[in-house]
């Protein structure tokens, strides 16, 4: 953030972004909170979404990372930092070009389970964990998701 204060986006706002349902998947829980400690702020918005009867589900989550946003904030997210592209007899994790955003893919054809992780406007960060379902799916889910919104909030809270 370049030594800027940033204020996140209200997680109320971030829950606004989160659909009602994924396809036939029903959401089932849905929060959000803001959490401030030594400096640094963030915010955040989960929901979760299901169809019990099939034992499938899916997890959103949008994270501002607010003041920790620049190297010091990605550096928990290990894999915006570096190229990965691995792939074995169950499955494989990736670095990808998501939409002109940097992301990451990790799947398990055995245990059809999986996430994405994409990083919007080098601020926010949109998750998908899913369990039986495929990648598509997932990549479903996250376009349900206004990036264009997220990044109209690229300067939002930031001071000058």
Do not use: C, H
Request: aromatic fraction near 8%; proline fraction near 1%.
């Amino acid at each position: 953030n370049e030594g800027k204060k940033v204020t996140p986006v209200d997680f109320r706002e971030l829950k606004a972004l989160l659909p009602e349902s994924i396809a036939n998947l029903k959401r089932t829980n849905i929060e959000g909170e803001k959490v401030a400690a030594m400096g640094m702020n963030i915010s955040n918005a989960n929901a979760d979404y299901s169809d019990a009867e099939n034992n499938v589900s899916i997890d959103l989550k949008i994270t501002d990372l607010g003041s920790v946003s620049g190297l010091s904030g990605l550096a928990a997210y290990g894999w915006y930092m570096v190229d990965i592209d691995k792939e074995n007899e169950s499955g494989y994790e990736k670095t990808i070009n998501y939409k002109g955003n940097k992301g990451y893919e990790k799947y398990d054809n055995t245990g059809k389970y999986g996430e994405l992780s994409i990083l919007v406007a080098k601020r926010f960060v949109v998750e998908a964990n899913g369990n039986n379902v495929t990648m598509d799916q997932m990549k479903a889910a996250v376009d349900m998701i206004d990036f264009g919104k997220l990044e109209s909030w690229k300067d939002a809270g930031v001071e000058k």
